[in-house]
């Protein structure tokens, strides 16, 4: 046995343990953010599907694929299991990141940042209200919740696409609209914890520039390959442009195309100073 082949499963086990340690923390201490006044849960719905609740116990939840996602634990494919929202993020107009977005913004009274191209759509075809889809874009900062809520949010670049696939009820046929440019959000809590939701993307190099800029605490990686990054190129990103202090794999399995793996992407990513949290969906990470 090579010294590579006994490491692996040695860092599969410490992923394990930690894992649970996390899956601990959540289940045992449900109010251990709160009391403690500066933790940040992120909790993984399937896909790219983030719940993230910041230190003064605002929601964020981004690219909601959650009713007839496959990932999704059972209890949260109802949308009134994710409790109050106040603000929903779409990184591109794909079915699998928007599907529940008008809803869980209705529902919540919260107003959903996307590209301004896809919040025309959705304005002009009578999706959302026009007044609940602010338009905005790549390299824009803003303070959806007020400048004095403290949470910053900053839209970054995506390498991908963003059709928007929208059913015209008179018809009853799919046509294809304005969806804007795919994006990232680098989303900054109160607290000043940094987390890059990076969308569905491939490798760039300016990834580079948004480390060095941004230095997220956080990465929350697409790795299944076939629409975004493969695991090889994951790590690749992970070790030498953004140089997180965390990364939750995200984006696999939801479907046979997206064959990369957790393990995949830690196996490439090898000793590294980064610790990667692989959660089950539903579960929660707090830092
Ligand atoms: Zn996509």
Redesign the pocket.
Known sequence: MTTASLWAPLRTLRARALQLSLLCLASLAPGWAAAQGGAVAVQWLGQSAMKITSPGGKVIVIDPWLTSNPKTPAEFKKLEALGKVDLILLT?A?F??IADAPALSAMNKAPVYAPAGLADSFATLGVMPVEMAPRFNKGGVVFPLGPEAGIKIIATHAE??SEFRWKNPETGKDEMRQGGE?MGYIVELENGFRIYHMG?TGIFGDMKLIGELYKPDLILIPIGSH?VMPPADAAYATRELLKPKFAIPMHYGANALLRGTPKEYTDALGQSATKVLVLEPGAIARF
């Open positions: 591109h794909h699998d990141h991908h696409s795919p569905d629409f």
